[in-house]
């Protein structure tokens, strides 16, 4: 490591500065998590803002953080493991871990621009 302090997000802010973007795998994982759907919205779930980090180690495992719009939504224990099933099956990846995690709340402010455009929005 260089020696520089973790990124601690600020109350509110969306875990992405954790994430791993410069690794080879990562546009793959991105992908991989957009094609999973919330089956109430119809919007793949990165697109919504619900993938809060991915982080992929040297060995190419992938951790991934994601919250739900709801924490009542119907398929709160199913959806880590659609995650999870996306992204296992891509060449490279040795071993996924998808936790669900509630701070921050999802907000609608986490839509990305796609997201708001389909749902009307903008």
Do not use: Q
Not at 77 to 106: F, H
Request: glycine share 8%.
């Amino acid at each position: 490591m260089d020696g520089a302090e973790p990124h601690t997000p600020a109350e509110g802010e969306p875990l992405i500065g954790e994430s791993t973007p410069d690794h080879p795998l990562y546009d793959s994982v991105v992908e991989a998590c957009r094609s999973v759907h919330d089956p109430e919205i119809p919007v793949n779930i990165y697109d919504l803002g619900l993938i809060y980090r991915i982080a992929i180690d040297a060995e190419a495992n992938v951790e991934v953080d994601m919250t739900l719009t709801a924490p009542g939504c119907p398929v709160a224990g199913e959806m880590p493991g659609w995650v999870a099933d996306a992204i296992e099956p891509l060449p490279g990846v040795k071993a996924v871990n998808v936790t669900m995690v509630w701070d921050p709340p999802w907000g609608m402010d986490m839509l990305s621009d796609e997201a708001k455009l389909e749902l009307g929005f903008m």
